[in-house]
Structure formats: structure tokens, C-alpha cells
């Protein structure tokens, strides 16, 4: 079974060139509809699909009858906001011909970068994958400055792939993969599979081919070291063909950035030895029982809290020995934790409200230290 057949969570970056005609600036309905069979296909297989699509300013500049060339900020925040209605629009129309619900989340650099609101994006994107949607994500281009954008899609795409613990980022392209120089050059080797993003290979990247896009062979690379510093392997192929997912799938020629480690175990090493604690959860035997055989830390299982804390801090998980054997990302504030500490689910809803989460730490955001393990 091919790379992203047996993938459990994909992450598919759609270039304006692919999307968008030149010639008319309406979208390409006909291979829209291919890639969206592809993803069905992606879901019935078990996967969980986010869409990165660009588009939005290459619809929306035809409609307003802007200029060919280079945009003004002002220009293309316009064009994003004419544009985006139309984008969402065909992608929710191709994804409910086959039973798909689309979302529509606009994010801006912020949103993977604050902590607060790199949680609420999070819980959000899950939420929506657990119901069976399908995200469709794109720049808040209305209202990012260019002080604060991604720049491109290549990038946001490799920041949510990190952020949602993609296990493939796939960037559709205008060519089939990584060239030791341009592909148009006597002498340019294609290269099909890397497992390090060295000086070498960055002195590899050249400029845009299209006229449409913002990316480049550049900002692929620039997305390749995020998403392989997460555990998340990201292959470049052509997105010219109908069905280009699936050509991947059947062995199309294409780039492969293979990661060290999966996306999980990149995760939980991340937690496990770079973030320190702030705090402590001081549980009772259940609760580590429960841990050590995979589960989520529930409120009910915590006997005190220590310390002063912020949603997303890392805390240590102790028994009342005090001695550290787990973990993890908190989903509480520490005045909110020790409210619920002991409590049932039922009875946090009632104290707290609607605004009510089933754990404290998740299990993915939960790692085992000291000996112990998963």
C-alpha cells in the first residue's frame, strides 16, 4: 500500500494555477470534480482530509476587474473577499454531490503561532474531522497585513499539517517533484525521495513557474522542514492530471520528504523534552492505571492541582509520591482545574457551563516519562 493510501490523516495544498483558469479566472469545475473523488476515495479508506486551497484572490480579481500583475495590498484583500465566496462555494457544492460536508476555516499567522488560538483552531479542525467534514482551509487574506501572513499556502499548509498531527502533507504543483536545478535545464536529475532538507537541497529550489500562484519550489522546501520537524512526511507531485491524488496513490512520479519519526512520536517528544512544567496534577492509582494503558486524564481521576497555569501549558502528572511519570498539555487554566479536580463530567458541565472539555489532558497531548509507557 502506497505512502498515503495508509495514511491516517492527509493535509492537500491546491495552488491557484491548478484551480483557477488563467484564461477565464473561473474555477476548473471538471478537475475540482476528479480531486474531490480522490478524497472521497481518501475517506472511505479511513482517512481524515484538510484542504488547503488557494484561490480566492485569482477569483475575486477578475470579478472586480483588477489589473493582470503584481496586486496592492488593499487590491488583493478585495479580491479575497469578492473571491472567497465563490471558492467555498465550489468546493461545498463538489464535496455534497458526495455526501461531504465542507468547512470553511480563514486563519491568519496568529492562529498557528498564539497559543490560545493555536488551541481553539485545534479543537475546532478536530471537532470538524470526528463529525466526518472535510476543512477547507485558506489566508485570512481580508485582513492579514503583510506584516503577518504566511505569504503562501505551501506554508500555512505545512504549519497545519504540524499543528493537527498530519501523518502526509501533499502540495499539488505546477511540476512533478524536486529537480536538482530547473527541470528545463540540460542536466536536471528529478529526485524522488529525500530524507533530510540539507543546504544542498535548499540551493535546489528556483522561482515560481506560474503567473498565478505566490509559492515557488522555495517555499515547498520552506514547508518540507516544518512538516518533517513534526513527524510528517510531505510529497510534491504534479497537480496538472485529473485524479492527482490518485495518482500518487498508483505510483506517479513524485518527490517523497520521508520524516524521521510519525507525526505522534514527534509530538509526545516534543512534549516529553523540550516544554517544562508549570505545574502539577497530583492524580490517584486509577487514573495512572488508566494513562499507562493509552487513555485521556479525566478531571474525576485528579485529587489536587499545584501551581499557576494557562490552557496549553505543560504540566507533570504525579501520584501523591510526587514523583513524575507522565506529562502533558493541560486543557484547563489552573484556577478552572482546581475547580473541577474529582468532579464528573456532568457535574463540570453544571459548575463551568456549555464551555465544558471531557478531559484535562488529552491523550494526545499526554506522554508517559520516567520508565513508564504509552
Known amino acids: 500500500m502506497s505512502k498515503l493510501a495508509s495514511a491516517k490523516r492527509i493535509i492537500v495544498k491546491i495552488g491557484s494555477a491548478l484551480l483557477v483558469d488563467q484564461k477565464t479566472g473561473a474555477i476548473k469545475a471538471s478537475w475540482l470534480d476528479s480531486l474531490v473523488d480522490d478524497v472521497t476515495d481518501l475517506k472511505i479508506g479511513g482517512a481524515d482530509v484538510i484542504l488547503v486551497s488557494s484561490g480566492a484572490i485569482a477569483l475575486g480579481r477578475r470579478t472586480l476587474g483588477l489589473p493582470k ?51 481553539n483552531a485545534r479543537a475546532t ?64 536529475t528529478f529526485i524522488s525521495e529525500l530524507r533530510e532538507i540539507t543546504p544542498e537541497v535548499e540551493a535546489m529550489a528556483g522561482k515560481p513557474i506560474s503567473g498565478v500562484g505566490s509559492g ?66 497530583i492524580v490517584d492509582d486509577g487514573a495512572k492505571g488508566a494513562l499507562i494503558k493509552g487513555k485521556s486524564l479525566l478531571p474525576a481521576g485528579v485529587k489536587f492541582v499545584e501551581g499557576n ?27 478552572d482545574a482546581k475547580r473541577i479536580a474529582g468532579l464528573k463530567s456532568a457535574d463540570i458541565q453544571k459548575l463551568l457551563g456549555n464551555d465544558v472539555r471531557d478531559v484535562i489532558i488529552h491523550r494526545d497531548d499526554l506522554v508517559m516519562v520516567g520508565g513508564e509507557r504509552n
Open 309 to 335: 497555569f494557562s490552557r496549553g501549558d505543560t504540566v507533570s502528572v504525579v501520584l501523591s509520591d510526587g514523583i513524575e511519570f507522565a506529562r502533558g498539555l493541560v486543557a484547563y487554566d489552573a484556577t
Open 216 to 281: 515557488g519550489m522555495i517555499t515547498k522546501i520552506e514547508a518540507g522542514k516544518i512538516a518533517l520537524s513534526a513527524g510528517c512526511n510531505m510529497v510534491i507531485a504534479s497537480g496538472h492530471e485529473m485524479h492527482p491524488l490518485k495518482r500518487i496513490t498508483v505510483g506517479a512520479r513524485c518527490t517523497w520528504f520521508l520524516a524521521e519519526a510519525s507525526a505522534m512520536q514527534s509530538r509526545k517528544r516534543w512534549i516529553a523534552g523540550t516544554l517544562q512544567p508549570v505545574g502539577k496534577l
Open 125 to 188: 479542525l478536530t471537532t470538524l474531522l470526528a463529525q466526518g467534514a472535510v476543512p477547507v482551509i485558506n489566508e485570512n487574506d481580508t485582513v492579514a497585513t503583510s506584516e503577518i501572513r504566511y505569504g503562501d499556502n505551501d506554508r500555512l499548509a505545512a504549519r497545519v499539517a504540524s499543528m493537527m498531527s498530519g501523518d502526509v502533507l501533499v502540495l499539488l504543483s505546477d511540476i512533478d517533484g524536486l529537480y536538482s536545478a530547473p527541470p528545463n535545464q540540460k542536466g536536471a
Open 69 to 119: 500583475g503584481k496586486l496592492k495590498l488593499d487590491q488583493s484583500q478585495a479580491a479575497a473577499a469578492v473571491g472567497q465566496i465563490a471558492l467555498a462555494q465550489a468546493w461545498s457544492e463538489a464535496l455534497r454531490t458526495r455526501n461531504i460536508v465542507a468547512a470553511q476555516v480563514l486563519v491568519t499567522l496568529q492562529d498557528t503561532e498564539e497559543r490560545r488560538r493555536y488551541l
